[in-house]
């Protein structure tokens, strides 16, 4: 079982920043790809980026530019900053990790979710 454990959310200014956190824990972790997706309100889930074993990183077109995504290996830790947050990125954030098993199956497993509010 792999439980991962998301803080960092909060409100915050238009302009200002924020700083995302996911820790994966569990036993035998073969992480694959780590990425972060929200949900605004009557939207539905999307991604915000992600980022692979190898460290290549994808990016909505929304958040080009103004976020980065990292993760610590060794920690199984994905972190995402967010700088010159707008309104719009209101929602509620959820960590993704991919773990693959030794026969290749992929498995996706999410946090609990973080509110982010930006106010204007």
């Known amino acids: 079982q792999v439980q991962l454990v998301e803080s960092g959310g909060g409100l915050v200014q238009a302009g200002g920043s924020l700083t995302l956190s996911c820790a994966a824990s569990?036993?035998?972790?073969?992480?694959?790809?780590m990425g972060w997706y929200r949900q605004a309100p009557g939207k539905q889930r999307e991604l915000v980026a992600v980022i692979s074993s190898d460290s290549n990183t994808n990016f909505t077109d929304a958040v080009k530019g103004r976020f980065t995504i990292s993760r610590d290996n060794a920690k199984n830790t994905v972190a995402l900053q967010m700088n010159s947050l707008k309104p719009e990125d209101t929602a509620i954030y959820y960590c993704k990790v991919v773990i693959r098993n030794s026969y290749g199956t992929a498995f996706n497993f999410w946090g609990q979710g973080t509110q982010v509010t930006v106010s204007s």
């Open positions: 569990g036993s035998r972790l073969s992480i694959n790809s």
